[in-house]
């Protein structure tokens, strides 16, 4: 059974960026963590709540697959896209990247696969695979969950099937890198992020959506029923559910250090310096979302609301900044 050799499995903080770490280094490009993040342009914000769910959704980053494509128009690389409604034309489509030497990217539910330490749906989960046998298939996922590791074929099945949010039919992608990158790609990724961040469609998005999120959590208490499960865990996938911290922010503040060593421009570090304090901010909100699931005192969710309100204004004025970089 084919399993191909030379895969550097490095398991980073993010799902997505994880993977395509695995792709390019197979494609003999190495970039950073923060790199990819920020060349993807992901950053983004989305307060996310409607009536089939449970408890509102705090995200950091743009939806799933978009950072791929994002990444992908800014390195100049080919991507090859397969999804299909049928499990047997899925799974040959990812037989025919491993047979022909490229490690596949796939996106799933994460509740199906074997290692996975949280059960809980999440249907924009992305993994790579370089290899399988009669029963297992070998993939590699974020550090957290263990870099290089095994599920079962009918559990990575179930995985690929799952539908509900944010999943995808039975995709896999493999890149393929032109001989030579393209130039100049680090202000063009930046301002494409800034724009959107500062413009979004709807107040759910970008820096109106952390304002509406500074009224809204206020309230989160009467929002649930078990404040000590769900406000905790609203936290959790701040800090934890391979963001890197702060909800992404820590990735985005490192990616735009990297880039100031090689661009000399004042509002590149204005940038930073604001995302530096907004990502430290962020980690407070997240402590003090926990504190109200655990203690019941409204008090801590209104100094989180404060914190956020504050948050929407240094993150409008970095990307204002950065906004301006090829001006």
Same mark, same amino acid.
């Given at each position: ?18 993977? #395509? ?84 990217? #796939? ?6 696969? =074997? ?59 493999? #890149? ?62 701040? *800090? ?24 000399? =421009? ?43 309100? =504050? ?5 409008? *004025? ?10």
């Amino acid at each position: 059974m084919p399993t191909l050799t030379g895969i550097d499995a490095r398991g980073m903080q993010h799902c997505e960026t994880t993977t #395509l770490g695995v792709l390019l280094r197979h494609q003999g490009i190495d970039l950073s963590e923060p790199m990819l993040f920020g060349l993807g342009s992901g950053l983004s914000f989305v307060y996310w709540d409607s009536k089939h769910m449970g408890f509102p959704f705090l995200g950091g980053r743009v939806k799933p697959f978009e950072l791929t494509r994002n990444l992908v128009g800014t390195l100049g690389l080919e991507l090859d896209v397969r999804e299909t409604a049928s499990p047997r034309k899925g799974w040959a489509n990812v037989v025919a990247g491993v047979e022909g030497g490229q490690p596949v990217g #796939l996106q799933l539910d994460s509740y199906h696969l =074997d290692y996975f330490g949280s059960k809980v749906h999440f249907g924009g989960h992305v993994v790579a695979l370089y290899g399988y046998d009669d029963r297992h298939a070998y993939l590699v996922d974020t550090d957290q969950q263990g870099g290089a590791v095994s599920t079962s074929l009918d559990g990575l099945a179930r995985a690929r099937a799952a539908r509900g949010p944010m999943t995808a039919r039975h995709r896999s992608f493999t #890149l393929t890198a032109p001989g030579k990158l393209r130039e100049n790609l680090i202000v063009p990724a930046i301002t494409t992020c800034a724009d959107n961040f500062l413009n979004p469609p709807i107040a759910n998005l970008g820096h109106r959506g952390i304002e509406k999120s500074g009224k809204l959590v206020r309230t989160w208490l009467r929002r649930t029923d078990d404040p000590q499960r769900d406000l905790p865990q609203a936290a959790l996938l701040m *800090e934890k559910a391979g963001t890197g911290g702060a909800l992404f922010r820590n990735l985005y503040r490192d990616f735009l250090a990297e880039c100031a060593q090689q661009v000399d =421009d004042d509002r590149l570090r204005t940038g930073h310096r604001l995302y530096a304090e907004a990502a430290e901010l962020w980690t407070e909100v997240a402590a003090l979302i926990t504190r109200a699931g655990e203690t019941g005192e409204e008090e801590y969710l209104g100094r989180a609301g404060s914190v956020l309100h =504050d948050l929407s204004h240094i993150e409008r *004025e970095a990307m204002q900044a950065l906004s301006r970089l090829d001006a």
